[in-house]
């Protein structure tokens, strides 16, 4: 029988999903302990999106856009829409760390190589949505005055009122959402898809280890105005979640870790060990096989191979043959 302790040193029996989800409540509100609350309804005003620029990709079209995450809020966008008859299903794609670039990484305006998910995806028949990270490029919002307590939890709501876009385009299918990412977009999207069930299958790439095993304890990168300044609250040792608790939280969802054996930010072994941890939970609900993780021979990277296993879990989950 898996035991979890929590923060107060209260062992946590999960042997069943009923005590998964006393524990799982607990993960959840400790992640906001440190990001700060989810916001409610009192946020979710008219979306109001503005289209900028429109651009015909061949098989797609591209939009510059921005959307009302809340009052006083912009989001600036790219949404891509496949041509031809729909519903298309649709894919989150938060993008990776580029203060220069930003969101255009993913859609292929950028020279960097495998990182254009959202516009690979587009080809293949999916609507994708890449929504600016808050401090990247020219995405730069006072979150602090806006009324959170991190921007982790800024683009977490970000991303979820851009799943409320999707929601209300008539070109969607329905029953849910996959979100994809590199990096900064990979735990990006980990941490939207723990609290979002709308999010049905998660891919993350080089996204994550534990906060115990970053860069042998330095935590400082998690906690920069970027991230969760909260975090320098706590000893190392007393941070009250990890991502054992999150990839725990998406089963039994599909999910799909990508974890490079020569990644110098995250390290794969540690990626194993979270894996192990969560696999007890996806267990739990018979989704043992929902679970995987992939490590390429690679450094910080985002190879061929594994995007096309990424697309290829998307088309199974999905709905594309």
């Known amino acids: 029988m898996n035991q979890l302790v929590d923060r107060e040193g209260t ?6 999903l009923a005590d998964w989800e006393v524990k799982r409540d607990r993960a959840l509100a400790a992640m906001q302990e440190v990001m700060g609350p989810l916001p409610g309804e009192e946020k979710r005003c008219a979306l109001e999106v503005e289209v900028e620029e429109v651009v015909d990709c061949g ?3 591209r939009q510059l856009l921005s959307y009302s ?3 006083g809020g912009r989001v600036p966008a790219f949404l891509l829409v496949p041509k031809g008859d729909g519903p298309f299903p649709a894919v989150l794609c938060p993008h990776p760390t580029s203060n220069t670039e930003g969101h255009k990484v993913v859609v292929g305006l950028s020279e960097k190589p495998n990182r254009s998910y ?3 995806l587009a080809e293949r028949g999916f609507i994708t949505l890449a929504p600016s990270y808050p401090l990247l490029a020219n995405y730069q919002p006072d979150w602090r005055a806006l009324g959170y307590e991190s921007a982790t939890m800024k683009a977490i709501w970000d991303n979820m ?3 409320d876009l999707l929601e209300g385009m008539d070109g969607v299918a329905a029953g849910g959402f996959g979100s994809i990412g590199h990096s900064l977009g990979g735990h990006n999207s980990i941490y939207t898809a723990v609290f979002d069930p709308r999010i049905k ?5 080089c996204g994550f280890d534990s906060y115990q095993d970053y860069k042998d304890g330095d935590i400082d990168g998690w906690a920069s105005d970027r991230y969760m300044p909260k975090l320098l609250h706590y000893a190392l040792a007393d941070i009250p979640f990890d991502f054992h608790d999150m990839v725990a939280a998406l089963a039994p969802r599909p999910f799909l870790a990508v ?5 110098a930010n995250f390290k794969w072994q540690s990626v194993d060990r979270i894996a192990a941890a969560a696999a007890r939970v996806f267990a739990l609900y018979g989704a043992q096989d929902a679970l995987a993780v992939e490590h390429p021979d690679c450094e910080h990277d985002f190879p061929d191979a594994m995007r096309e296993l ?9 709905g594309i043959a």
């Open 310 to 318: 990424s697309y290829q879990l998307f088309e199974q989950h999905l």
């Open 59 to 61: 098989s797609y079209v």
């Open 118 to 120: 959202a516009s690979e």
């Open 259 to 263: 974890a490079p054996l020569r990644d």
């Open 161 to 163: 009122r851009g799943l």
């Open 11 to 16: 062992v946590l029996r999960v042997g069943s």
């Open 201 to 205: 299958a998660v891919v993350s790439c």
């Open 69 to 71: 995450a809340e009052p």
